[in-house]
């Protein structure tokens, strides 16, 4: 029986959440027990200091939104603070290494977390660094955007429907998001698609990836540009048609690569078969051009859920790799007790 307050894993495997492909499905649902655990907590009005006189060290490559603020609230939620190292503002990049940026920031932090524009820079933090390293985005993957998203589905998942039958596509091109995605929700044994034009699809090294999944967990992963992959789908997803990381691409040249096959509207959303079918996207949207207004602010729409979970999911990153998920586990029970005798 489901005990929402009992890790199978009490202390990480790794010392840094770099890749979800590192950490097999059972950890990963610890992680997502922690994080979900500790939201019904803190939205039933209670309190947690588990995090007291922590530090988090926040270092930013590119701009961020929701994965600068769902980490600064969620350890000040915690009982923690976090850094905000912006572009500009610390010596990475100008006068210091990745590697001495790691050593000075081991000794005066808790934990980092990092958005960069290469993927082998966070993983060079990581070695060089002795405290926890949270990957917060790269041209590579975006693993905290995983974990929120996964729970965002366990959220809206369609009544009584093993997760083996159920179907999520990905509309739109390969970005990190796109691959990020397939990683999960195989990893979770679903039914993946990515509907795209063929030159936009996941490399074969991250269809092995989802195939490995597969074998090991159940479900499919499948690359199209065929519609008919949109029928039956639970869950329809897409992120912007240019990304971070791609943002030379002129505007003419991506619009001419997806408009209008691949914006998801409402004729889009109806070709799914399913009245239930819900919309995902990690934000920031370009309104209009992958997704109208009318799928974005619709009913089907679980896209600001999902912006609500990145808060959700990094608590309990947080906690999971500061070591002391189960003890804040064991204090919401401590105080749920306390409260019921
Ligand atoms: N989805 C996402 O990572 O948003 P930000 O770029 O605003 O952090």
Redesign the pocket.
Known sequence: MYNPYELDHKTPSRKDFIDTTEFDQSEILDMVKVSTTVRDFIKEGGTLATLYHKNLAMIFEQ??????VSFEVAMEQLGGHALNLAPGAIQLGAHETIADTARVLSRMCDMIMARVDRHASVVELAETSTVPVING?SDYN?PT?ELGDIITIFDHLPADKPLDKVKVVFVGDCTQVCASLMMITTKMGMDFVQYAPPAKWLSDDFLKIGRANNQRYGGSVHVSDNPAVLEGADFIYTDVWYGLYDKETPKDVYMREFYPKYQVNDELLAATGNPNAKFMH???ASRNEEVTDSVLDGPNSVAWDQAEN?LTAQRGLVLYFGGVAQEALDEIKGQKEELNA
């Open positions: 701009k961020s939104t929701r994965t600068r985005m975006h955007q990690c934000l920031p990145r």
